[in-house]
């Protein structure tokens, strides 16, 4: 019994010591979800797409993806460049097609559009994404992705964001499907806050999809950012922050804090529900025991935070 009080005499003023002996910085890191320093300058985007090469299959700063890579179907009796092409869109100009195209091809605003025709083998799965917006501060992506199904041809054009504000900002676009002889053409919007791959799109149109009318129609998205940020803090265990940056309060918050990787003994996983006044924050403290270096996630609500940091029996350092 002597023995391991001994023992864990020692560990615990290994611990103290390295407590003391860290760099102050390493103990108190910011988490990725919430940077310092000043934002970049104010990007928002509009586009009527009138500035690209008729029938260009790329046409940045817009992204595409393409997911199963099928060939795509033409305008019967009539040639373009690069009809039948394998992708995602492609900017039409019906004056420019040989013969030229009716009126029922005509653009919404000035004489060209972006085009997603239909898979030959469907269903289609192609995405058309912003460049990097950087809207009150907030980097994000905005994606449009053209789900249809054996019809023909999804029209898009015009594609603008206003309303900006503190909170979140509208955006729209107006689209409509070419024909409604084989089923109205179905798409889908998504927001990034992190990457424009497209996994990490939150999809915020009803599920499963939209069905574009057969005349010109304008859709429209207002999208509030989350008001909720999160700083994972190391020391004596693991502390998350949980902000409100609103100005109403918020109640019945799920928070849960993950502990991946290393050894870990206790506190592995932490689940709370809490309440923040408008304008405050709130501290969730959650001791811990174990080694080796570790993985930290919290969420809460509509935000998540990550960092690692290496564990050594009570104290987490080294976070970053």
């Known amino acids: 019994m002597r023995t391991i009080k001994n023992i864990l005499k020692v560990a615990v003023a290994i611990c103290i010591a390295f407590f003391f002996i860290m760099p102050a910085a390493s ?6 979800a919430d940077p310092t320093g000043d934002p970049p300058d104010e990007y928002a985007f509009n ?13 940045p700063p817009w992204t595409q993806y393409d997911t199963n890579l099928s060939p795509t179907y033409g305008i019967k009796d009539h040639d373009f460049p690069n009809q039948y092409f394998t992708g995602s869109y492609i900017i039409l100009n019906p004056h420019q097609v040989n013969p030229p195209l ?4 005509y653009a919404r605003s000035g004489n060209k559009y972006a085009v997603c025709f239909s898979d030959t083998n469907p269903p289609n799965d192609d995405w058309l994404i912003t460049p990097q917006l950087n809207i009150s501060g907030r980097k994000l992506y905005i994606g449009i992705n053209c789900v ?3 019809s023909f041809a999804f029209l898009l054009d015009d594609f603008n964001i206003s309303n900006i504000r503190e909170d979140g900002f ?39 999809y939209v069905e574009a009318s057969t005349n010109w129609t ?11 940020g999160i700083e994972i803090k190391g020391g004596f265990g693991v502390t998350a922050t949980i902000r409100n940056t609103d100005e109403e309060n918020i109640t019945d918050l799920e928070c849960n804090i993950i502990l991946e990787n290393g050894f870990i003994l206790s506190g592995r996983q932490t689940n709370k529900t809490i ?38 029996l009570f104290f987490l350092v080294g976070l970053k």
């Open 148 to 150: 249809s199904h054996s």
């Open 47 to 59: 586009d009527d797409f009138e500035t690209y090469e008729d029938f260009a299959l790329s046409f």
């Open 102 to 105: 009716g009126e029922d091809w």
């Open 170 to 208: 509208e955006f729209s676009f107006w689209a409509r499907s070419a024909t409604d002889e084989y089923g109205l053409e179905r798409f889908q919007v998504g927001v990034s806050t992190t990457d424009n791959n497209i996994s990490s799109f939150e999809i915020i149109t009803p599920d499963p």
């Open 27 to 32: 103990l108190d890191p910011l988490s990725p």
């Open 275 to 312: 309440n923040i006044p408008a304008g405050n924050s709130l501290d969730i403290r959650v001791s811990v025991f174990g080694f080796g270096k570790t993985t930290i996630n919290v969420t809460a609500g509509c935000a998540e935070a990550k960092a690692t940091g290496l564990l050594v």
């Open 218 to 228: 304008e859709y429209t998205y207002d999208y509030e950012f989350c008001t909720i």
